[in-house]
């Protein structure tokens, strides 16, 4: 079994900084790829930034320039350094992780609890 474990959500005021870390343990082969998803209220679930074994990564066009992904392979772990923060990223964010529990195994998708974010004066 894997779980992921999540970190470092919170209230901040606009413009203020958060930095979010999601842990990988358990029967881990490889881990291909992480990532960061938020859902508001209301709202559909979507992929925020991503980031591969290899360093690639993917932002949503509406933080770029103000979210940064960022992983240690060495511990299976991903940040989200979120700076410049506004209202509407007000969201539970979600850690997600593509994992192989052996060399042969299929890539399984794993999900963390989620941690809230919110971000009012």
């Known amino acids: 079994q894997v779980q992921l474990v999540e970190s470092g959500g919170g209230l901040v005021q606009p413009g203020g900084s958060l930095r979010l870390s999601c842990a990988a343990s358990?029967?881990?082969?490889?881990?291909?790829?992480m990532g960061w998803y938020r859902q508001a209220p209301g709202k559909q679930r979507e992929l925020v930034a991503g980031?591969?074994?290899?360093?690639?990564?993917y932002y949503v066009d509406s933080v770029k320039g103000r979210f940064t992904i960022s992983n240690d392979n060495a511990k299976n772990t991903a940040y989200l350094q979120m700076n410049s923060l506004k209202p509407e990223d007000t969201a539970v964010y979600y850690c997600?992780?593509?994992?192989?529990?052996?060399?042969?195994?299929?890539?399984?998708?794993?999900w963390g609890q989620g941690t809230q974010v919110t971000v009012s004066s």
């Open positions: 358990g029967s881990i082969f490889s881990v291909d790829a």
């Open positions: 997600n992780a593509d994992v192989r529990v052996g060399l042969i195994s299929a890539l399984s998708e794993y």
């Open positions: 980031i591969s074994s290899g360093g690639r990564t």
